[in-house]
């Protein structure tokens, strides 16, 4: 039975659509000193190297919280992330005069072409794991890219929620959380209403991870 | 078992969609003068009912049409130096993020790099900054 794409988005379960599976959780805290930098490692355990989704804070509640940040930014603290097949990697830079300690949380998904078995997360998380007071995204195309460039046609006539992640040369898998239109040399990812567009925008980019889903942003 | 076997399994967590489809705008006005060592434009609050929550946005400017997957959108502003008219028009980069800054509040804050000893610059064409976002619940741990 063909799957049915008609409003997708108004539905907060859809069978004909994957769902995100977090494979793993993880948080920790980490203390940086005035004018300094850390790069802790964090092992996991699998055998591949995971798409991830990363958020930090300054308060050990989130009350305030960050996606990952690239180096340009106004904020005198970033954190970025990255993993291979054995860690997380994790890059901390303080630029204030006083001592940071960054708290951080990472949910671990498996990528696409990955088919391994995964311990269930159902008692490491909220009380309920499908609850009908929340959306699920709806994963509508989801795949691996082997080119440094390459254009993805979704045709769900909006602008989906995209999720990407890029593979360097080097083994790192990174989670791209910004954009640079005018600077040359940083991967990105545009979206339109019909296609995703990826970019490596003289990069290193191996290949590419993307998940499209039937849900707008 | 294996994750991708399964469309929808309760043995694995899921991202929950606290907020969906939000809109926020603001707009970077053409005469404004700012100085690059002060970098911040202008931000806006929004409010919002997130609880423990992630973020994930795009935007667009009103000169570039792709959105942009992320948090940040870069973009090119033309900017003169109001004391100095022989030096022209030149383009500096645009940086916006969507930030939590508490329970019920998120900030959309419009600004350029950081510098330092710069002389004041003049922004010479109105901007107007599109995000959309959807925020999710972060497990507590």
């Known amino acids: 039975m063909p799957r049915i794409i008609q409003n997708a988005r108004d539905f907060l379960f859809s069978s004909d659509f994957p769902n995100d599976k977090i494979i793993k959780g993880d948080s920790g ?45 106004l904020d005198n603290i970033q954190l970025n992330g990255q ?5 997380l990697y994790l890059f901390a830079n303080n630029n204030n005069g006083s001592a940071v300690t960054f708290y951080w949380r990472v949910l671990y998904f498996m ?74 040399f940083k991967p990105s990812a545009d979206i339109t209403t019909s296609t995703l567009t990826l970019e490596n925008n003289s990069t290193s980019v191996a290949y590419w991870y993307y998940r499209i889903y039937a849900d707008e942003t | 078992m294996k994750p991708n076997e399964f469309l929808l399994n309760s043995d694995w967590a899921s991202l929950k969609n606290d907020t969906q489809g939000n809109v926020i705008s603001a707009t970077v006005s053409a005469g404004q003068i700012f100085n690059i060592s002060n970098p911040l434009l202008a931000q806006s609050f929004l409010t919002v009912g997130t609880r423990n929550a992630g973020i994930r946005a795009r935007g667009k400017s009103s000169k570039y049409s792709p959105w942009k997957v992320g948090l940040t959108l870069y973009t090119n502003v033309p900017v003169s130096i109001p004391s100095d008219p022989g030096s022209g028009v030149f383009d500096l980069t645009l940086y916006c993020s969507l930030q939590r800054v508490s329970p019920t509040q998120m900030r959309l804050s419009i600004g350029t790099e950081a510098g330092s000893g710069a002389p004041n610059m003049k922004i010479e064409e109105t901007q107007t900054i599109t995000f959309v976002f959807s925020t999710f619940l972060s497990p507590t741990q």
Do not use: C
Not at chain 1, 50 to 73: A, C, H, M, Q, R
Not at chain 1, 83 to 87: E, G
């Open chain 1, 83 to 87: 993993t291979d097949t054995s860690k």
């Open chain 1, 111 to 184: 990528p696409p072409d990955v088919m391994a078995s995964a311990l269930p997360t159902t008692k490491d998380f909220e009380d309920f794991n499908f609850n009908t007071d929340y959306n699920y995204p709806k994963i509508y195309l989801e795949d691996r890219a082997n080119s440094s460039d390459a254009s993805i046609i979704h045709g769900l006539g909006y602008y989906p929620q995209v999720e990407v992640w890029y593979m360097r040369t080097d083994g790192k898998l990174i989670h791209l959380v910004d954009n640079e239109l005018a600077f040359p």
């Open chain 1, 29 to 73: 805290s980490f203390t940086v000193g005035a004018y300094n930098s850390a790069f802790p490692e964090i092992a996991h355990p699998f055998t591949f190297a995971p798409l991830y989704i990363l958020k930090w804070s300054t308060n050990p509640n989130f009350d305030n919280s960050f996606d990952e940040i690239g180096v340009s930014t």
